[in-house]
C-alpha cells in the first residue's frame, strides 16, 4: 500500500460491509497497520445516500445498528423505499414484515439492496447474507431490487468518479472472482485476482469471469503494476 | 357441502393451511357448522410426509410449532432435508441461518416447502408467507425448493389419488385464481372460481388462467355441479 501511495497512484478503497459506518471499518485497518482514511473509502451506505438524495428518496431502513450513522443525514420520515443491508440480528421477522408493508405499501415499490451477497462465514459458522432477505422481499412485492455495492457497475463507476480516472486506466484487486473481478471488468477496468481470502482454486475455472492476471499476493499485485508504468 | 355429499359425489377439501394440524383446521370449520372430518383434508404437511417417507428423507424442520405434531412419525435424526412452511414467529435470524446451514451443508440440497405463497393478511397486517422464506434459502444455496402444496401438480393429484377418481371426472372449487383454479386446472381438472375470500374483480383479466366458470358463492357453485349429473 505504501509502495503504491509513493508512486503517485490513485487509489481506493472498495468494500462491500455494511456492518459498521466506514470510521469503524478504517479503525480495524488502520489498527492492523493499514495506511488508509475514511476518505479513500468507497462503501454501499454513502453510495446508497448519493442515489436517495438524487432521487428524493426517503428510506425505511432495515439495516445493522452499526450502520445507521451513515444515513444520519437523511430524512427517513414518511419512507418511499426501503433500504436493506447485512442487519444481522435485525432481520427478525417482526422487522421483515414491517420492510415488506413499507415496499407493498407503494404503487411502484423502489427496495434498494446494499449488496446481494448468499452468505458469509463468521467465527461461529455461515450466515445468510442481505442478498438472500433481498431475494424474499424482491419475490413478496413482485419487484426487482437495485443493487449497490460490489458488483454492480453504478458502485465501480461512483468509485472511479471519486478518483477521476477513466476505467481504462484503472485496475483492480479483489479475492472475489464475481464481485471483484467480474464487477470491475464490467465496468471496463482490468482486474487482478488475489490467491488470498476467499480465493478459491475452483475460480480459475470460472464458467464466465477470467481476471487480466492472478497473484499470490498484494505484494505481488504491485510489483506487476509498478512495472508496467 | 350437505347437498354435495347426499348426492354421492366424492369430496376433498385441499388447503395450504400449514400453520396448524389438520385436527385443529378441521375444529375450526365444524365450529362454523361444516360437516368435515380430518380424513377428508389434504393439506401440505401429510403430503410432505409421504414423501419423505418415500424417498427416505429426514427432515430439519423450519415450521409452525402448533404444525410440528403432523410430523410425529417421521425419523428427524440427522436431518438431509429441510421442509419449510408458515413458520411465522419461528422465522427468526437464528432459525433460518440453521436451516441454511443444513441445506449448505449437502452435496446435493433438498429443500420442500410446504406452499410458495408470497403474503397474506392477518388481522394486524400484511406478513411474509412461506414463499418468500423459501426465495431466500434457495438463492443463497443455489437450489430450487419442490412445493407441496397447491398450485402443485403433485398435491391436486394426491387428493385425486385419495378419492379414485381420474382428473377429468374431478371439478375444483377455490377462490385463488393461481392456487386453486390454475392448478387444478393444470393437472386436467375443472375448475370453478367462486367471488368470494382472495378473488378480486381483476382475476377476470389474469394473463394466464381462466377457470371453467364462476360462480358468486359456494351454493351456487354445487348448483351447477349437480345440475350437470
Known sequence: LNRIKASGLKLRFCTNETQATREKFVKKL?????????????????????ILKERN????????????????????????????????????????NEA?????????PVLLSLGSGRYYKETDGLKLDVGAYMKALEYACDVQAEVVGKPSKMFFESALAEMDVPAQ?????????????????RCGMRALQVRTGKYRPSDENHPHVKPDAYVNNLAEAVDIILQQL
Open 30 to 50: 488502520q489498527g492492523l497497520g493499514f495506511d488508509i482514511s475514511v476518505a479513500e473509502v468507497t462503501a454501499p451506505a454513502p453510495a446508497a445516500c448519493r
Open 57 to 96: 428518496l426517503r428510506p425505511h431502513l432495515l439495516v445493522h445498528d452499526d450502520l445507521v450513522p451513515e444515513f444520519a443525514e437523511i430524512d427517513k420520515t414518511n419512507p418511499n423505499c426501503v433500504v436493506i443491508g447485512d442487519a444481522a440480528e435485525n432481520f427478525t421477522y417482526a422487522n421483515l
Open 100 to 108: 415488506f408493508r413499507v415496499l407493498i405499501g407503494m404503487e411502484k
Open 169 to 185: 486506466q484503472a485496475i483492480m484487486i479483489g479475492d472475489d472472482i464475481v464481485s471483484d473481478v467480474g464487477g470491475a471488468q
